[in-house]
Structures are given as structure tokens and as C-alpha cells.
């Protein structure tokens, strides 16, 4: 089975025109500004967050996030 995927603009039109015909154009604009939408500087925003982190203090985190698994490595 083959799925064809609509560009992401493509995608946005038609969902805007989706929302504008059943919602109306004020209520339109009411979702997309409770969606928090083209707000702050998403790139700025995550140097802040991760400044002084390292490529190790990131590894760690990672692995103290992984949930235990049991080791299938080995076979009885």
C-alpha cells in the first residue's frame, strides 16, 4: 500500500479552509491564537535552555530516562 502525503503547505491550506468554513473566520483566529502560534524564538529559546549542556550530560540524561529492559542478549 502506497500513501501519498500532501506538502506541509498544502496540508495547512486545506485545513485552514476546513476551519474557516465550519468554525467561521473569528473563531478561526480565536484556535490558532490559543495554539500559542508564531510566538518567541524557538531556536534563541533552546540555546538558553541547553546552554552549558555537554554532549555527555546529555547521554546521561538519556540513559537515566531509558526504563530498565531486560537483557536479550543472553539465551538460557
Not at 495554539?35 to 537515566?64: H, I, P, S, W
Request: glycine share 8%; proline share 5%.
Amino acid at each position: 500500500m502506497t500513501v501519498r502525503l500532501t506538502s506541509l503547505p498544502e496540508l495547512n491550506r486545506k485545513a485552514f479552509a476546513i476551519l474557516r468554513r465550519e468554525l467561521g473566520v473569528p473563531e478561526t483566529l480565536r484556535f490558532f491564537g490559543q495554539l500559542g502560534l508564531g510566538k518567541g524564538n524557538y531556536t534563541e529559546e533552546r540555546r538558553e535552555l541547553f546552554d552549558g549542556l555537554t554532549l555527555d550530560d546529555y547521554r546521561r540524561a538519556v540513559q537515566e530516562e531509558k526504563p530498565a529492559t531486560a537483557d536479550t542478549s543472553k539465551t538460557p
